[in-house]
Nanobody
Framework: VQLQASGGGLVQPGESLRLSCAAP??????IGWFRQAPGKVREGLSC????????YCADSLKGRFTISRDIAKDTAYLVINNLEPEDTAVYYC????????????????WGQGTQVTVGA
């Protein structure tokens, strides 16, 4: 079993993007999104519980980042609105036992990242 993030690309400032995390076999895990920009430490963004009822988003990102989950499709999503150049990074999805575990970095599985580049 593995996680696979997709949906990244080159976008212009102000545009929106939806990232997908295919997570077959992870229906009992919380899913989280992280990103790592060049030369920076990995940053936790948002997470969602296994049943999709509870979500968490870093305070600095509220309003632009929205996490969701389609349990039937074993897929989690991260919508990023009004993209800024500072959002340029490799975005990763990850799975953990609970959303709290994701928030505290106690991740059990990491997926391969997807590159998001914001700029002209």
């Amino acid at each position: 079993v593995q996680l696979q993030a997709s949906g990244g690309g080159l976008v212009q400032p102000g545009e929106s993007l939806r990232l997908s995390c295919a997570a077959p076999g992870f229906h009992e895990y919380a899913i989280g999104w992280f990103r790592q920009a060049p030369g920076k430490v990995r940053e936790g963004l948002s997470c969602i519980s296994s049943n999709g009822r509870s979500t968490y988003c870093a305070d600095s990102l509220k309003g632009r980042f929205t996490i969701s989950r389609d349990i039937a499709k074993d897929t989690a999503y991260l919508v990023i609105n009004n993209l800024e150049p500072e959002d340029t990074a490799v975005y990763y999805c990850a799975a953990a036992q609970t959303a709290l575990d994701v928030q505290q970095g106690r991740v059990d599985y990491w997926g391969q990242g997807t590159q998001v580049t914001v700029g002209a």
